[in-house]
Each structure stands twice: as C-alpha cells, then as structure tokens.
C-alpha cells in the first residue's frame, strides 16, 4: 500500500469555482510536504511546502493545510481558471526519502 | 523553464533496439535523479546521482543503464525494454542529496513507447 493516498482521483470543474484536493499519509518520521503541479507534457513543479509547524500556507490562488496528527493535508484551489488544469501530486519527505502520490487530475471547463 | 532539459521529448522504439535518454541541467546543482511515471500511479525514483556519483538504484533492471559524466548531464541508457518500460522517463536535479528543504527541479520528460 502506498505511503501517500490522494483523493480524489480526477474532478472536473466549472471556471471560477473552487475545489479541494486531500492527501493522507502514513509516512513517519514526517518532514515535510510538498504539493506539486504537473501540467500536461510537463514536468511536476513544486507549488507549496510544508514543515510540521505550519497549518496553512498561500500561494496565490492555491492553500495547502496540513494536520500533522491526523496526516492529512488539502489543496483549495480558489476561483479556478482553465490554466489550473494540470495533475497535482503530494509528496511527503521523511528523513531521507521522499514518497509520491499518485496525483489528483483536474480539469477546468468554461 | 524549469532549467531542466531533456531530449528527446518522445522516443519510440521496438524491443531490440538501444536508445539513450539525455538529461541536462542548468542549475548549478550537484544531485540528479531519474524517475518513471506511468499512468496514475505514483513516481517511481529509479536512479539517484549527488556529486556524479551514483547514490541509488531502487532495484531497476539492468536494461536500463544511467551515466552521469558531470553534474550537469545524465543519461539513460535503453536496451532490451519490454512494453511495460512504456511510460514518461522524468529527470530532475537539486543541489545535492540529503538536504530536507531543498526542492527538486523536473525536466518535461520523455514520452517512450516499446513496441
């Protein structure tokens, strides 16, 4: 079973509205973790990271939370634009390596 | 850009043939990395290099054969591949290996098909 189990697999959404990704972990010891976009015929590239003291952290229009006791993390994408269609993927680094999901597709309609 | 450069962005090749993948970085980093994705599942690190010096290999097969000649430019070396190698060979680099907060920069991949 995989360390990093993100949900949902895939959703779509209208332009403009928001939606929230999840990411559960059974990694330990935990470092940090780190949300990724990976636009089609792209490589990931890293959106957010966060430590275990951190709760939320904004990046534009993207907030990660993290609850570290529950090992749990979200991403809230905030009035989506057709640019956030992209595969986003949760990693989450212990001391010496780092674990993948499999990623969430997402795909903005007009 | 990410900075990361690899080539060629799509290979087709039939089982008995010998390609090689390129990465290069221009970065200035000192770790390289080669991973495998296939279709939702999670990235599979294949091949770590910190320094030119290979640091892991997660038990790939011997038909894939990396080369790191400086911290700039790796390789994957193809030969013998099954359609199950079918996937998107990422690369990425860091400033080296170890380090917690440090963030790994990916190349766009290379879309390889085995026939």
């Known amino acids: 079973k995989n360390q990093v189990e993100q949900s949902p697999q895939s959703l779509i959404i209208l332009e403009g509205k928001n939606c929230t990704l999840q990411?559960?972990?059974?990694?330990?010891?935990?470092?940090?973790l780190r949300w990724y976009k990976q636009d089609t015929g792209r490589g990931p590239v890293s959106l957010t990271i966060m430590t275990f003291s951190e709760n939320t952290k904004s990046n534009g229009r993207y907030t990660a939370t993290l609850d570290a006791d529950t090992k749990q993390s979200s991403l809230h994408i905030t009035a989506s634009q057709l640019s956030d269609s992209a595969s986003y993927i949760c990693?989450?680094?212990?001391?010496?390596?780092?674990?993948f999901g499999a990623g969430t597709t997402v795909t903005v309609r007009a | 850009e990410t900075g990361v450069t690899q080539t060629p962005r799509h290979l087709v090749m039939g089982m008995t043939n010998k390609k090689s993948l390129k990465c290069e970085q221009h970065?200035?980093?000192?770790?390289m990395y080669w991973y495998k994705q296939s279709a939702k599942k999670p990235l599979e690190l294949m091949f770590v290099?910190?320094?030119?010096?290979?640091?892991e290999n997660n038990s790939v097969p011997s038909r894939f054969s990396p080369e790191c000649p400086n911290s700039s430019h790796l390789f994957l070396h193809l030969h013998t591949l099954q359609p199950e190698d079918s996937a998107l060979y990422l690369c990425?680099?860091?400033?080296?290996?170890?380090?917690?907060?440090?963030?790994?920069?990916f190349g766009a991949g290379t879309r390889l098909s085995v026939l």
């Open positions: 990425a680099s860091s400033p080296q290996t170890g380090r917690i907060g440090d963030i790994q920069y």
């Open positions: 990693v989450v680094r212990n001391d010496y390596k780092l674990s």
């Open positions: 990411c559960n972990y059974t990694v330990s010891p935990f470092s940090n």
């Open positions: 290099y910190n320094f030119k010096e290979q640091t």
């Open positions: 970065l200035g980093h000192n770790a």
